[in-house]
Each structure stands twice: as C-alpha cells, then as structure tokens.
C-alpha cells in the first residue's frame, strides 16, 4: 500500500545520510477504505493526493515540536506490505512497522521558499485551528494553499544540498 510519511526537513537530512527513516510512532497515511468511503466522488489519484494533504498537516505538528527545523512542509511516499488501519485516530491514518529505506522511497513532497512564512504562522496556530479558531483556520489554509513540489528519490540530496 502507498503510504504517506509526515516529516521535516531534518527528517530528510537523516534519511539521506543514513539511508533509512523510521516514521516517529509508525504513524502515516493512506488510501483507506474509511477514507474512500467519507468522500463522495473521487477517482484513486485524487484520493491518494488527499491522504498525501493530510500526511502535509501532520508534518505542520512534526515542525511545531521541533523549533530548529526548517518551515516547509515535507512528506514521503512510499509502498508498505504491512500496514494496520487506525480508523480511531483519522480516515486516512495507518500504523506501519520498521523503517523505509531511502531506496524504497517513491517520492518525495515538500514545500519550497515561498511558503516558509505560511507554513511559520501556521505551525504557531494548528492547535487553535483544531479548535475552530476562525483565524488560526485561515492561517492554516494560507500554508495548505501552497502545493508541494514532487522531487524523485534521487533527486532529495541535491535539493537539500541547495537549500
């Protein structure tokens, strides 16, 4: 199953230097069965790019718990032959065992320069967001608003070299 890990750019670094990442709680995201049925039309792809914009969110928590890394938003895909359901936790949220190596990863998304101020005020407001804070909810769609950009696996050193 594709998979959708939430992560920073820190995260990434350590990927690259040791070829392995090990998603913080096993926690990432998918294509649920719960998730294709909460939405009324969508064909795989557009399912998939919705678990992907979820994965995004939780890595807006991943930076709000680490204040030395990097503004942008990053997530990994990747295929895992095991993975649990946790319809408890969110449609889209599944458990996965062990690490991804770097050369099992798909792809890689993350958010360029431009969005680092977005994605700053929104890592100060996702708690209030969740509580229905109109103005934290705004703030948090400015940063959603951003696409990610899709970088190959072989391509995730020299973007991070650049950056």
């Not at 992560?7 to 096993?26: C, K």
């Not at 997530?75 to 889209?92: E, G, H, K, Q």
């Amino acid at each position: 199953m594709r998979v959708y890990i939430p992560a920073t750019v820190a995260m990434l670094r350590d990927l690259v230097a040791s070829g392995q990442l090990a998603p913080i709680g096993g926690t990432a995201f998918a294509l649920t069965p719960m998730l294709r049925e909460s939405y009324a039309a969508g064909d795989t792809e557009e399912l998939e790019y919705a678990a992907m914009l979820d994965a995004a969110r939780a890595s807006l928590r991943l930076l709000a718990a680490d204040e030395k890394s990097e503004p942008r938003r990053a997530v990994i895909a990747a295929d895992f032959d095991d993975v649990t359901l946790r319809p408890d936790l969110d449609n889209s949220v599944v458990k996965v065992e062990g690490s991804v190596a770097l050369s099992e990863v798909a792809s890689v998304h993350l958010d360029t320069a431009e969005a680092e101020d977005d994605v700053r005020a929104a890592v100060e407001v996702i708690d209030a967001a969740d509580m229905g804070d109109p103005d934290a909810e705004f703030a948090l769609g400015s940063a959603e608003d951003h696409e990610l950009a899709w970088y190959a696996a072989q391509e995730l050193a020299f973007v991070l070299e650049l950056m």
